[in-house]
Structure formats: C-alpha cells, structure tokens
C-alpha cells in the first residue's frame, strides 16, 4: 500500500513556475515509509496533454537540488525537455539501501528490498500519479552511483539514462557489465565521472570501469566520461550534473554552432533529411512529438546557401509548412528553390502571393515583395 501527504512550495510565484512537492510514501518492500522531493515541470498544471521523462535522484537529500534546478534551467532554454525530477531522501539509510554481498557483489538483504521499492514500488506509483513518457534517468553519486548500475543488469533495464558520479563501485560490477551490456538491444545513455583530486580508490575503480565502457558499440551505448581536475569527491556533482544532462539531451538541443560547422556543412546527403531524422531520434529516445525550432529551420537554409544546393529548399519548404503553415517561411524556401533552378516567374509569383501570411524570424512582407519586385526589373515582368 502506498499512502502520500502533500506539502506543495513553488520555487517561485506564479502557476508557470517549476513546483517542488514533498511527499512521504509508505512502502510494503522497505516496511517503512520514505520521503521524496518532486519537482514539477514548468506549466504541468496548464499543459492537460503533455508528458514527461523522469529523472529519478538517489540521495535526494543533497542531489535533488542541484539536479533539479539544472534541470529547470537547460529546459526554459529549450536545450532539454520539461522533466519530472524525483528526489529520495537517504541521509539515514544510504548504507542499508545500498547494501550488497560480499562474495557476489549484488544487491542483498535492505539493498534487494531498495532495489526493488524503485522499480517495482516508485515507478508504477509515480506513473500512475504523473503523465510520465517512458524515458527514465537515474542519477547516484559515490555508493548510489555503484547501485545505479545493478538495474543494467536485468534483460529489460526500467531506466534508459545512467549518470554515476564518482562511483564507489562493488568489486564485481564493472565485470558484470562487461557481459552484459554488449548484449543489451535498446539504446542505452551512460555518463561517468571523476577527477584527480577524488578519493584515490574511487577513482582508480572508476577508471577502470572507463576502460569497459569505452570499448562498447557507440551506436548502442551512448557514453560519455569526463575526469575533472579541481572538485572533491564531495564538490563533483555540482560539476557533473550539467555536464550529464547536456550530454544524455544533446540531440534535443538546437543545431549548435559545431554541429552547424562540423557536420550539417560536411553532409554528403540533404541537410533536410539530417533535420528530419534529428527530430525523429528525439521522438524515438525521449517519446516527445517536438516541434522543429525556426532557428534549426534557419540553420539548414544557410547550409544550402552555402553550398548552393538550392534544390533542397523545395523539400526544406514542405517541411516548413507542416511546421509553421500560417508563415511566410514555407513560401520563402519555395521562392528560393524556384529563384535559383531557373523559374523566376513562378519565384516572383510565389513571393507575392505569400502577403497575406504571417511574418516570422525576420521574414516580412516588406522583404517578399521587394524580393518580388527584384525579380520583376530583372526579367521584365
């Protein structure tokens, strides 16, 4: 039986602001009850129809925070999706929730019955509570980032995102991830991390963890390490958790400068078709139908500018008008594909007749019929 009492704080006023609610939760595998920290996506309560992935914090009592004003912040800056962060409070039960046998290295006895509660227990709970997306993160720092890892070890892992910080590892693990992860069949995220200044048999541990992983199919595995130089085991998740959740939502993000210059300008193929999929692989890791962003729509155009292969904007301009139907923007790709592969006419009739549509990213009226009227002195028409 799972009982809850609310208390609800807003980090700030106003219903669109990000809300934490503190709940206590009886369980029957603990045989006790717990208290979890939950922050809720900005615009929950308004937004009836939206879902969101779970990031899950183990010592929610000092990880919650950092994690979910992180999380709050990249998402109002659209470089990673609303998410519902739930934090568990551990300050007094960390070693038993974490407790594992010494001769095998696995969960035992209140860390089986930990194990469990999470997956068996929280999640339904929480699912049945909240509009969750199936994406799932689980965040651990030092013997939680260790305990993280035994859900790796079943054939149908609950969580899709690991981020273990300094890991304070059992002595079997990393070799039971070295055989089981190879097996694994669904794209899995993983971030690691220390730094020269942690604990020395932490680090040393988790360096050869890096060793394992590093080895794995990167189609698969989706894998980042990082070792600091400067932070204490202590200070390393204020470090760690930006860099974690940048990593597991990069393809979320918008085109960044790199990914404009490194790889949409070295496409062999469409630049519209790298857009496409880019949403798609959103779609398919996170379960979120996203908009594609004016600025991303920007970013491919300038790739064909300079490129000069005009002859993707046709494509670029059906995809516009999925997108944006009420703009200028659909029009304008269309005008431009047919400017530059020999159809002026229909360029300055097509330019024209896109008036009576809205404005957008700097594409005005003003600037259609000028474009418009370009054509006409140039042609005669």
Known sequence: MLKKFLIIILFAAGSLQAQVVYE????????????????????????????????????????????????DYFAYWEDMPDALVVGINQFDKRYDDCMYAEENSLPVESGAAF??????????YLEKIYRLEPFRVIIGHGETANFINYYLLKSNPVFQAYVAISPDLSPDITSYLSERLPLMEKKLFYYLCTSANDVPSIREKTLSLHQTLSALDPTRFLYKFQEFDEPSHYALPAHAIPNAL??????????????????????EGSPV?????????????????KQILVNDFKAIAAAIEKNEKYEDYENLSKLARKN??????????????????????????????????????????????????????????
């Open 24 to 71: 206590t939760i009886e369980s029957t595998k603990l045989g006790e009850t717990r208290e979890l920290k939950i922050q809720l996506p900005r615009g929950y309560t308004q937004n009836q129809e939206a879902k969101y992935p779970l990031i899950l914090v183990l010592d929610g009592d000092y990880l919650f925070e950092p994690v979910a004003g992180n999380t």
């Open 115 to 124: 194990f469990e509660f999470l997956g068996m227990e929280l999640i339904p």
């Open 246 to 267: 940048e990593t597991i939502f990069l393809v979320f993000q918008p085109i960044s400068k790199d990914e404009y210059q490194e790889t949409i300008l070295k496409l």
């Open 273 to 289: 078709d790298y857009l496409i999929e880019k949403y798609e692989t959103i779609k398919e890791l996170f379960g979120i139908e």
């Open 324 to 381: 944006y139907p009420e703009t200028l923007l659909s029009s304008y790709y269309l005008a431009r594909f047919y400017e530059e592969t020999g159809s002026p006419k229909k360029a300055m009739k097509t330019y024209q007749s896109a008036f009576i549509l809205e404005e957008i990213a700097g594409l005005t009226k003003d600037l259609m019929l000028e474009r418009a009227e370009a054509i006409k002195a140039d042609f005669g028409y």
